[in-house]
């Protein structure tokens, strides 16, 4: 009722998440004859395709939209597919300019590190689905296997999966492998300032998915290449060989052979680094993102 009592303060509304905002977003367009605009992620999709009514109500809700605005080109094929939605436009996640000025300057003093440790970062929310069990696990491998190379590994984050996570670390006795929680902005700057590799082989789930995955491009600002699962929307966010490495989704000797392998290839590091924040300075900035939305809103 308060967005149809609104109607003359508003010339377009913008909403993310299908269900319910879309829904009322729907109703009040109806009444007020102002279009509406919905923001869709990965996680808001999966959901709707849940059963038969919420699929119903939400192509309804998808269909009637002015346009539906995907955070990649992989959901953007999703909803067309899914829903017979014609009006779309991709924008991507991208970093903020607070992260870019961070990043400026200590990228530009990253160099080719021989030395060891090799220091791996994941930052994320301590979910199943983000795969920080399976770095554990890659580690705990790469130990055995080659008892002189040496890694270190930050988790930045909190979330369901925080005691899993430190007993899997105590169970395997991990040297250097330490989680972190509510780390600040200038905290989690220097994590990224001092990691070589980002790492987040995160898990395929159709309902709480990786619709795309900023950190990566987070990770990209400060020169640092990624470690990434080869799955729609993600491949996106981390292109193969050019700014990290894709690998199969719960392949732990891929994860394995892709940690160390860039852990014994500092000048590939840096390539690939260079590589990710040049692209991230190029494409995915609030400027050139946002200006997609000009001719639509």
Do not use: W
């Not at 004859?33 to 999966?46: C, E, N, T």
């Not at 200590?106 to 021989?114: F, G, K, L």
């Not at 030395?115 to 580690?139: D, M, N, Y």
């Not at 729609?232 to 700014?243: F, L, N, R, S």
């Amino acid at each position: 009722m308060d967005l149809i009592q609104r109607r003359l303060t508003y010339e377009t509304l913008l909403i993310s998440h299908v269900l319910p905002l879309g829904t009322a977003a729907m109703l009040a367009g109806v009444c007020s004859h102002k279009p509406y605009v919905v923001l869709v992620h990965g996680m808001d999709i999966g959901l709707a395709k849940r059963n038969f009514l919420k699929r119903f109500v939400s192509g309804f809700v998808l269909r009637a939209a002015k346009c539906v605005v995907a955070n990649s080109r992989a959901l953007e094929r999703e909803v067309r597919d899914s829903f017979g939605v014609r009006r779309t436009l991709v924008v991507y996640p991208c970093v903020s300019e607070k992260t870019l000025s961070l990043s400026e300057a200590r990228s530009s003093h990253r160099e080719s590190r021989p030395f060891e440790p090799v220091t791996l970062l994941t930052v994320s929310r301590l979910v199943p689905r983000k795969g920080h069990l399976r770095v554990l696990e890659a580690i705990d491998g790469l130990r055995a296997r080659y008892p002189d190379l040496r890694i270190a590994y930050t988790i930045v984050g909190d979330g369901p999966m925080h005691a899993a996570i430190e007993n899997d670390i105590r169970e395997r006795a991990l040297p250097d492998v330490n989680v972190v929680m509510n780390a600040t902005d200038e905290e989690l700057a220097s994590f990224y300032s001092s990691a070589d590799i980002f790492v987040m082989p995160v898990i395929r789930d159709n309902t709480d998915r990786e619709g795309f995955g900023t950190v990566y491009l987070e990770a990209a600002a400060y020169g640092v290449p990624s470690i990434a699962t080869d799955m729609p929307g993600v491949d996106e966010a981390v292109i193969q060989g050019v700014t990290g490495i894709l690998i199969p989704d719960g392949d732990g000797g891929a994860l394995a052979d892709a940690i160390y392998r860039l852990a014994r290839d500092p000048a590939g590091r840096l390539e690939l680094g260079n590589a990710a924040r040049s692209r991230v300075v190029d494409q995915f900035t609030p400027k050139k993102q946002f200006l997609k939305l000009t001719d639509i809103m």
